[in-house]
Structures are given as structure tokens and as C-alpha cells.
């Protein structure tokens, strides 16, 4: 019978924040690109900021946005993967700490992961 052990497991956990992080840095990096050649020559006014040009407020807006694909659009969808690579790693956590029984960190995890949703939301403010 093939048991996974804990050096499988924070192997394959190793490896999520690897691909992570280079795929969010690719992402960022392919938005700057596409950004960088489609604001060649315009000025842009650091004096003022203008609420009503920001149209990527949520994650929604972003992934609605993606299929214009919009440099700035795919910057804030690289900047994406890189917030919730760290919380791809809990999850993974709590699905390992799950397969061993070890039932207190799962709950750990699940109540790290709620702060997370809860900080992100908007927490208590709406």
C-alpha cells in the first residue's frame, strides 16, 4: 500500500509555492509588457488621483476585464496568484493535516483560512 508520508506532502507544498510565485511573477511580467508597449507616449498625471479611472475594484471586475487582455488587467491578475499562492499552501496544509488525522491543525487551518476571507471581504466594515 503507498503511504504518503510528511516528506511528500511538504514537497508537493514546496513545489505549489515554487510554481506559484513564478507563474504570478510571469503573469505580472507579461502585463508590464503588454502595458509598457500600449502607453507609449501618454503623459500620466501623478499630481491627482481620480477614483473614477480605477475600474478594478474586485476580483470580479478583474477576471471580467481579463478578455479585453489589458496590461493592467493582467498585472492585477499576476498580483492575484501571488496573494492566494500562500493561501493555496493552508489549504494544502489542512488537506495533509486531514490525511493524518491530526484534527486539531485542521481546524487550525480552517480558522486561519476564515481570518483570511474575513480580512480580504472587507472584514466587519461592509
Do not use: W
Not at 479611472?53 to 471586475?61: D, G, N, P, R
Not at 479585453?68 to 499576476?78: D, H, N, R
Not at 480580504?120 to 461592509?126: E, I, K, R, V
Amino acid at each position: 500500500m503507498n503511504r504518503v508520508t510528511d516528506k511528500d506532502i511538504q514537497t508537493v507544498i514546496g513545489n505549489l509555492l515554487r510554481i506559484g510565485v513564478v507563474l504570478s511573477m510571469a503573469t505580472v511580467l507579461i502585463g508590464a509588457v503588454i502595458y509598457l508597449f500600449g502607453n507609449a507616449g501618454k503623459t500620466v498625471e501623478y499630481h491627482t488621483f481620480d477614483d473614477a479611472k480605477v475600474h478594478l475594484k474586485s476580483i470580479k471586475s478583474i477576471f471580467t476585464n481579463l478578455p479585453a487582455l489589458e496590461g493592467i488587467t493582467i498585472i492585477q491578475l499576476g498580483l492575484l496568484m501571488l496573494i492566494f499562492t500562500p493561501i493555496a499552501r493552508i489549504v494544502m496544509a489542512a488537506v495533509s493535516f486531514f490525511i493524518e488525522k491530526d484534527y486539531l491543525y485542521v481546524l487550525i487551518c480552517i480558522i486561519v483560512l476564515l481570518i483570511i476571507a474575513m480580512s480580504l471581504s472587507g472584514g466587519f466594515a461592509h
